[in-house]
C-alpha cells in the first residue's frame, strides 16, 4: 500500500549540502510512502498516484528529528535537587547515585512503564529514533536489566557501565567489574559503550579502558567530554573514532580543531544548560570550524528532565547562536550521524519513511514559537503515530528507532 502526503507548504529534507543556509528545501511539495520507505519526492503538481492520501494543509514537513543521547531507564526524580540548584547549588555528577538507589529498588514492570512514558513523549515531540543509555543501575543485575529494557523501546542501546563509581565501592575494583562481568552481561543487549569522562566520573585513562574494553566486545564508542570541566575527553573521542562527543560545554581550540578533522560528532545538550544554568556550548565556533553538530535532548532526572527536541532546537538557536536552520540539521541530520546511520534524519527516495508534520508553514516557527507545541503529526517507518489536526489522525506506534 502506498500512500500521497500531499499540501506540503514546505519540505525541509536535510538532504542538500551539509553547510547549506537551507538543504534540500522545496516549495508546494509532495512525497510518496510505501512499504515503510520514501517511494517518490517532489513538486505536488508532479506527484504519482497512490493507494490514498493525506493533505497536510500547508504545513511544513521534515526528517523526524533523531536524539541520539538519552538516559529513560530510571525510578523517581530528582525534582528536589533541582530547586536547589535553582537556589544556587552548583551541579555535580555525585547526584546521579540517588537515581541509582531508586533504581536499583524498582520493578522491571515500573521501569518498562517510565520508559515507555518517556518513549511516547518523545515521539509525541516529532522524535522518531532515540538513543538510550543504562547507567544507573551500577551493579551487574541492574545494568543487565537496564539494556534489556531499553532493547525493547529501541535498537540504539549504550552501555553506560561507567557512569560514577558507586558509594563504597573501590575505584579499581569498580573498573574491573565495569570491563569485565558488567560489560559481558550488556553487551549483548547494546550497540554503544559510554563513559562519563569526566571530574567526579572517570578520567582519561580509565576511560581509554573501558571503551577499549567495550570496542573489543564489539560495541561501538561514544562519551560524554567537557561537560564540568576542559578536561581530555573530546581528544579522546577523537583518537578512539568515537561516533560522538556529547556536552561539549567547554572547549578549547585545540578540541574544536580535533573535531573538525574528524568523524567524531559534536553532540551538544542545550536542556541542560538551560536546566543547570550552565554556559552554553560554542556551537558557532564548531559550526565554523566544519565541525559536525548534533543536537539532543539528554532527557535524564537530574541535569536536564525535558524531552522537548523542540526545545533544544529553540534554545540552539536563541542561546548558541545557530541558526533556524544549522538547528534542525543538527536535531536531524546531525543526530544521524552520531548514531553512525545512513537510512534517518533526511528524506530522500530509499531512506525510512520518519517525518514530522509541524502545524505551522516553515521550521522557522519552531524556534520563533518557542514552548509552542507545533507537532501536528509524525509518521515512524511510515506508520502514522498520534496525530492530530484537521484530518491529520493515524494509528498506533510500530517500528520506531
Not at 538532504?15 to 522545496?26: D, F, Q, R, T, V
Not at 517518490?40 to 498516484?49: E, L
Not at 564508542?221 to 568515537?242: C, I, S, Y
Request: aromatic fraction near 4%.
Amino acid at each position: 500500500m502506498s500512500l500521497l502526503l500531499t499540501g506540503i507548504g514546505l519540505l525541509a529534507t536535510q538532504a542538500g549540502p551539509e553547510n547549506s543556509e537551507s538543504p534540500g528545501e522545496i516549495a508546494d511539495a509532495a512525497l510518496v510512502i510505501e512499504d515503510g520507505l520514501l517511494a517518490w519526492i517532489g513538486p505536488a503538481a508532479q506527484a504519482p498516484a497512490a493507494d490514498s492520501m493525506v493533505d497536510v494543509g500547508g504545513r511544513c514537513v521534515l526528517p523526524g528529528f533523531v536524539d541520539s543521547h538519552a538516559h529513560l531507564v530510571f525510578a523517581g526524580d530528582r525534582a528536589e535537587e533541582f530547586a536547589a540548584r535553582m537556589s544556587g547549588t552548583p551541579y555535580s555528577a555525585g547526584g546521579i547515585r540517588s537515581t541509582v538507589a531508586a533504581t536499583r529498588a524498582a520493578t522491571d514492570e515500573q521501569l518498562g512503564a517510565n520508559l515507555a512514558r518517556l518513549a511516547a513523549e518523545l515521539h509525541a515531540a516529532g522524535v522518531t529514533t532515540f538513543e538510550c543509555k543504562s547507567g544507573y543501575g551500577l551493579d551487574v543485575a541492574t545494568e543487565q536489566r537496564s539494556v534489556r529494557l531499553a532493547a525493547e523501546q529501541t535498537s540504539e542501546v549504550s552501555f553506560l557501565g561507567a557512569h560514577v563509581v558507586p558509594a563504597g565501592v573501590d575505584r579499581g575494583d569498580y573498573l574491573d567489574l565495569v570491563c569485565g562481568p558488567m560489560l559481558d552481561a550488556c553487551a549483548p543487549h547494546a550497540r554503544w559503550v559510554d563513559v562519563f569522562c569526566e571530574q567526579g566520573a572517570f578520567d582519561v585513562a580509565e576511560s581509554r579502558a573501558v571503551l577499549r574494553a567495550g570496542m573489543a566486545a564489539g560495541l561501538q564508542p561514544r562519551l560524554h567530554a567537557n561537560q564540568l570541566t576542559a578536561g581530555g575527553g573530546v581528544a579522546l573521542a577523537v583518537e578512539l573514532d568515537a561516533a560522538s562527543a556529547d556536552h561539549c560545554t567547554h572547549l578549547s581550540a585545540a578540541d574544536i580543531d580535533a573535531l573538525a578533522g574528524s568523524s567524531t560528532v559534536a553532540t551538544l545538550l542545550p536542556l541542560v544548560e538551560f536546566s543547570t544554568r550552565s554556559p552554553y556550548p560554542d556551537a558557532r565556533g564548531l559550526l565554523d570550524a566544519g565541525a559536525t553538530v548534533a543536537l539532543a535532548t539528554d532527557c535524564n532526572p537530574g541535569s536536564g528532565y525535558s524531552t522537548s527536541m523542540p526545545l533544544a532546537i529553540a534554545l540552539a538557536v536563541r542561546e548558541m547562536r545557530m541558526t533556524p536552520a544549522e538547528a534542525v540539521r543538527a536535531a536531524t541530520a546531525g543526530g544521524a550521524q552520531a548514531l553512525r546511520r545512513d537510512d534517518i534524519g533526511r528524506l530522500a527516495v530509499g531512506l525510512r519513511a520518519d517525518l514530522v508534520v509541524l502545524d505551522a508553514p516553515s521550521y522557522l516557527h519552531l524556534a520563533y514559537r518557542p514552548g509552542v507545541p507545533l507537532i501536528s503529526g509524525v509518521w515512524i517507518g511510515g506508520k502514522a503515530w498520534g496525530l492530530t489536526g484537521d484530518g491529520l489522525t493515524g494509528g498506533g506506534l510500530a517500528g520506531g528507532g
